[in-house]
């Protein structure tokens, strides 16, 4: 008989002993291709539509990934890779949001492989694999010794070697050499998939159909491979404790590692892979599907070869073994070959049920029956021998049974019942002690020797020297209804109370775990100290795990599950790392796999915004204005159990506050230096729970800051000592126009003293009074004008440009009357905007004067004046007509007024003369100038 046709024989054998449990549906919306876990335990899927991750029970996608086709995720620390069918490779850095862009292939990223301590490794459909250490990159390709470079896996062994699938066979590299396993090795089928290497054994699939395993060491020739064909189109194989699961176009394959099937498809949908989290959950991706599976921590047995197995109101697991009792007899199941034994002790219409089985040595046990006594089973030889009992005394209903080497404890419907050697016959407790009948459902005989029971109606009872005493009472338990009692590695008592919960007793301190503590259900129905790690509490809400060590709760919701089981009361056993709960719908086996890494949910942050902004957590120094925080925290686990939160902000406050919400919200902090702690649990209790810590700091504002003010003080002694500057200059600016005024003043009083001015003025008046009365009149009044302008123009630093042209006309009004026709003035761009300019008082009139002065005017030489206004400047210009005999003047004229004006603003007075023409450019001050000068207009 061949390989095949005996593992054929085994799937058909044992195919319906076993049964699957309902997977929980994450997502049903993309097109899976890769997956992968953080160390965080999220869940990162990669698709034709971008990348996504699975957190807090909701899937979020990432930012720019839309046009990147992932074909393969792989995590080095926090630092996420992602491989492109494109060719591309990305990085995402924890923090980040956006995958950068690390290098571009020219072929397809089929896979990236990692593990500490190793190169990492990427495989590509065209162009070989590459292995990338911090010294060197080196390429692996046909060039250089494989046979192939299309590559759709590679993976280390445990000798380092290096492991790569393709469609020439599997390729083992070692060091710079290479051996190849194809055909002529014996693989049915050269075009290799996927594969897993595992306890010194390589399983891998092939694209025909082929289940196949081989030993990694080339030396080991016997029964090198095992195959077995089931169907093609098989995309990815995963390899666990006790199974290996097949991802295929038609849906999900288990199997068993020793050849057993125990599972069929999963569900009628192309997936594409599956892998585990860290809490040993089994995920499956592909075409519109994402789910989640317990994998190997639930399993149900619920067929015999006999008949189904229903109703176990006992059980005893022992290592390899399983003995229980589906309603009427003793069933035996062999936990690793799937051998089955039943028997019976009484015939079936007697009605004779099993209520406890306990071992009594290696190939004995006790059993208690409801009716029938207590029997030993010999395991060898298969007989049962009644262990005597008096039925006057003892009772035949047995309701639980302990024992240690030859001692023997009984809790019967007629009290409590023992003995202490195999020859000594039964004696009552209560009697021996004067105490009423206990109707004990459990017994716990402890390390101390100390006994207890968990009695139905007068709660814990203990047996010490002195005889029995109320255990609980004076502990302050005040349940009276228990099931079971168990003792852990550290000697503290566990119990369960009707309806009340499960207690844990360690010398004076008493714990009580209900549904405000986080179990499911207050009714336990069964418990048990699985591998004195955790309490496994089953009820017919599911089942929770306790943590023996900081109490915190995991749970298993039987809804989530799809646990549709009516668990049976103590029916409960335990072995290596396994728990097996009887139901009435068959046996349930809980486990903890060697891969599962977290049981409890440790609190971590996820995602931290600033200002609505992504921000790296790694980032811890924030601007005085970026003061509006928002973090996103999770559980590390993809169970769906209610969890609280609790945080503070040192530096804001020191009181927790309790929330359910996964964001924190800190809206408009002041700067100083802050340090957020977070703990979660599962219920508002959170003894010893985990604390994750962030810290960071806000920056004050520049204008607080030691520099800043030092800068500012710098600055305020440099203003004083430029004003102390600026002022003196000012003063100095000031008495240098007082003087040019005073000049200007003295110039101006001297041609108002002038005796030929006065004289041609009286004569001028004179002759027009002859003339022209009336004319008389206006000159006079012109004369009066134009002096009491001067006067009033002495206490004045500036004057409008209007008042200026007045004067001019005054002055030229009075020379024209003696001059006549030889003396002509023109003024343009004269507006009524002209109040709008400044200029210093005299200056126009002083032009005026000096150009009469050094000119001939006369009607063959007429002296023409012509003043316009353009560009914010006055442009005075006049002809020349040299005197035969110049006036003597002192020059300060001019100067004058160019010293006027260079105290006042920085354009300067130009001039120019042509030989032909004289002409003075002179600029006005607008009136939006005034505020920046020294000197106002009065």
Not at 363 to 383: D, M, P, R, V
Not at 473 to 489: M, V
Not at 619 to 632: A, G, I, R, V
């Amino acid at each position: 008989m061949n390989i095949l046709y005996k593992w054929s024989l085994l799937l058909l054998t044992l195919c319906a002993q076993w049964g699957n449990i309902q997977a929980r549906l994450l997502d049903n919306k993309f097109d899976y291709h890769a997956i992968a876990v953080d160390p965080n335990n999220r869940i990162w899927l990669g698709s034709s539509n971008g990348l996504y991750v699975y957190e807090n029970r909701q899937l979020n996608g990432f930012a720019k990934t839309a046009n990147l086709q992932i074909s393969s995720l792989c995590f080095v620390g926090q630092t996420l890779l992602i491989g492109t069918q494109q060719g591309s490779i990305y990085l995402l850095t924890p923090g980040e949001r956006i995958p950068q862009k690390l290098v571009q292939f020219g072929h397809p990223i089929s896979d990236i492989e990692w593990k500490p301590n190793h190169p990492l490794l990427i495989a590509t459909k065209g162009e070989g694999y590459y292995t990338i250490d911090p010294y060197q990159i080196k390429h692996w390709s046909t060039k250089n010794g494989l046979h192939d470079d299309f590559i759709y896996q590679v993976d280390f062994d445990s000798m380092n070697k290096i492991w790569s699938a393709s469609d020439q066979g599997l390729q083992i590299q070692d060091k710079n050499s290479f051996q190849f396993l194809d055909s002529k090795d014996g693989i049915p089928d050269p075009i290799v998939t996927s594969f897993q290497i595992k306890d010194e054994a390589i399983y891998f699939i092939t694209q025909s159909g082929h289940i196949c395993k081989r030993s990694i060491h080339k030396s080991d020739t016997s029964n090198s491979f095992t195959t077995l064909s089931i169907q093609p189109s098989l995309n990815h194989i995963l390899v666990l404790d006790k199974s290996l699961y097949i991802t295929s176009d038609s849906g999900l394959l288990k199997y068993s590692l020793i050849g057993q099937e125990i599972g069929q498809t999963f569900r009628k949908q192309s997936l594409q892979k599956s892998i585990v989290d860290l809490e040993g959950n089994h995920l499956i991706a592909g075409k519109k599907i994402l789910e989640l599976l317990p994998g190997e921590q639930l399993q149900w047995i619920t067929e015999s070869e006999q008949q189904p197995i229903r109703n176990v109101h006992s059980i005893l697991a022992l290592p390899d073994q399983l003995w229980l009792t589906p309603d009427q007899g003793l069933l035996y199941i062999h936990l690793k070959n799937g051998t089955e034994e039943f028997t019976r002790m009484n015939p079936a219409e007697s009605m004779i049920d099993i209520t406890d089985i306990q071992s009594k040595s290696l190939n004995e046990l006790y059993i208690a029956t409801s009716g029938a006594g207590c029997f030993i089973y010999n395991t060898q030889n298969k007989i049962f021998s009644k262990v005597p009992l008096n039925a006057t005394q003892s009772g035949n209903t047995i309701l639980a049974l302990s024992a240690d080497s030859n001692r023997l404890w009984m809790a019967t419907l007629n009290g409590i019942w023992y003995r202490q050697n195999l020859t000594d016959t039964f004696l009552s407790l209560e009697t021996q002690w004067n105490h009423k009948k206990i109707i004990a459902n459990d017994l716990l005989l402890r390390k101390t020797n100390h006994t207890l029971f968990a009695s139905d109606g007068i709660g814990l009872i203990a047996l010490g020297q002195s005889g029995l005493y109320d255990f609980g009472i004076p502990l302050g338990i005040s349940a009276r209804d228990f099931y079971h009692l168990e003792e852990d590695s550290k000697g503290r008592i566990w119990t369960n109370a009707r309806h009340q919960g499960i207690y844990c007793i360690d010398g004076q301190k008493v714990y009580h775990f209900t549904e405000e503590e986080g179990l499911s259900d207050n009714e336990i129905v069964s418990f048990s100290i699985l591998n004195n790690q955790y309490v496994v509490c089953v009820s017919k809400k599911g089942i929770d795990l306790i943590h023996l060590n900081n109490h915190f709760i995991t749970s298993y919701p039987a809804e989530e599950m799809s646990l549709d089981f009516e668990p049976e009361y103590q029916s409960i056993s335990q072995s290596g790392h396994e728990v097996f709960i009887g139901t009435s719908q068959g046996i349930l086996c809980f486990g903890i796999p060697t891969y599962k890494k977290i049981i409890i949910p440790e609190v971590y942050i996820s995602q931290l915004k600033v200002m609505n902004q992504n921000q790296a957590i790694k980032e811890q120094q924030f601007e005085y204005d970026q003061n509006y925080f928002s973090f996103t925290v999770s559980n590390r686990s993809n169970h769906q159990n209610h969890v609280f939160y609790r945080y503070r902000l040192l530096g804001l406050s020191d009181i927790w506050s309790v929330t359910s919400n996964h964001e924190i919200i800190f809206p408009r902090l002041e700067p100083g230096d802050y340090q957020l702690e977070i703990s979660n649990s599962n219920n508002r209790n959170f003894h010893n729970a985990h604390v994750c810590q962030y810290t960071f700091s806000i920056k004050p504002p520049y204008w607080q800051s030691i520099w800043f003010i030092i800068f500012v003080f710098l600055c305020f002694a440099s203003l004083i000592i430029l004003y102390i500057r600026f002022r003196e200059k000012n003063l100095n600016k000031i008495q240098l126009l007082e003087k040019e005024k005073a000049i200007a003043e003295l110039e101006a009083l001297k041609t108002q003293v002038s005796p030929h001015f006065l004289f041609n003025s009286f004569n001028t008046l004179l002759q027009v009074i002859e003339e022209d009365q009336e004319k008389a009149l206006e000159y006079t009044s012109k004369l009066s004008d134009f002096y009491r302008s001067l006067i009033s123009y002495r206490n004045k630093n500036l004057v409008s440009l209007e008042e200026e042209w007045q004067l001019l006309e005054n002055y030229f009004f009075l020379q024209k009357m003696r001059f006549e026709d030889a003396l002509h003035l023109h003024i343009s761009g004269r507006s009524e905007n002209d109040v709008q300019y400044w200029i210093p008082p005299l200056i126009l009139q002083l032009l005026a004067e000096n150009a009469i002065k050094h000119n001939t005017v006369s009607l063959s030489h007429p002296l023409n004046i012509e003043v316009s206004l353009k560009d914010h400047q006055i442009i005075f210009r006049n002809n020349i007509n040299v005197k035969k005999d110049k006036e003597k003047g002192e020059g300060i004229g001019i100067e004058n007024i160019r010293n006027r004006y260079k105290s006042l603003i920085s354009r300067p007075v130009v001039i120019q003369n042509t030989g032909t023409h004289f002409t003075v450019m002179i600029p006005v001050i607008h009136r939006d100038e005034l505020q920046n000068l020294q000197f106002s207009s009065s």
